[in-house]
Antibody, heavy 122, light 111 residues
């Protein structure tokens, strides 16, 4: 069974840093691209970053580029999101999600974790 | 403000057929596949449509998708109370803003 479990969410002050982790199981992690998607309270989904299976291709949304860093450790079946210079508007549930890789230049998310909450109080 | 535009709400009665739209541009829907996700309150999203009109295993055939030009639609026939959820469209955007894009979501209410 495919499982994705996020951790690391916390309450952090403006300007602070946080590292989220996503532990994968039930599939060959090293062969799939992975994504982070967030959802602010009461708001819609916002894609924020993608990393290819071998970490050679990385994309960021404008809202986090230069502040967040996505990475992965295939030996540990783990995905990470280093979040720096946090802002109030970064408050959200952060989901990791697997990309099927079915089609080039498309992001298709077939498995999602339950999410971890990051709160940056005003 | 998302580059994919969805109506914020839709509603229907049990048994009815409803459609919800997703409007984009030539940099996203116009040249790439559209995906649809269903999300119930407090839970993670679930993929319910890929490659514009393909259903993953386990998704009822009451759900169907279509795409024309720079717009896409999700239709649900034989509406059921358990279909009440938020629905998001998604498409790769080839602008500099980053490839992953979601619409703002449509909240479906079954009356």
């Amino acid at each position: 069974e495919v499982q994705l479990v996020e951790s690391g969410g916390a309450l952090v002050q403006t300007g602070g840093s946080l590292r989220l982790s996503c532990t994968a199981s039930g599939f060959m992690f090293s062969t799939y691209g992975m994504n982070w998607v967030r959802q602010a309270p009461g708001k819609g989904l916002e894609w924020i970053s993608y990393i290819s299976s071998s970490s050679t291709t990385i994309f960021y949304a404008d809202a986090v580029r230069g502040r967040f860093i996505i990475s992965r450790d295939n030996a540990r079946n783990a995905l990470y999101l280093q979040m720096n210079s946090l802002r109030v508007e970064d408050t959200a549930v952060y989901y990791c999600a697997r990309d099927t890789g079915r089609d080039r230049n498309n992001i298709e998310l077939d498995y999602w974790g339950r999410g971890t909450l990051v709160t940056v109080p005003s | 403000q998302s580059v994919l535009t969805q109506p914020p709400s839709a509603s229907g009665t049990p048994g009815q057929r409803i459609t919800m739209s997703c409007s984009g541009s030539s940099s996203n829907i116009g040249r790439n596949y559209v995906y649809w996700y269903q999300q119930f309150p407090g839970t993670a999203p679930k993929l319910i449509m890929y490659r514009n009109n393909q259903r993953p295993s386990g998704v009822p055939d009451r759900f169907s998708g279509s795409k024309s030009g720079t717009s896409a639609s999700l239709a649900i026939s034989g509406l059921r109370s358990e279909d009440e959820a938020d629905y998001y469209c998604s498409a790769w955007d080839e602008s500099l803003s980053g490839p992953g894009m979601f619409g703002g979501g449509t909240k479906l209410t079954v009356l």
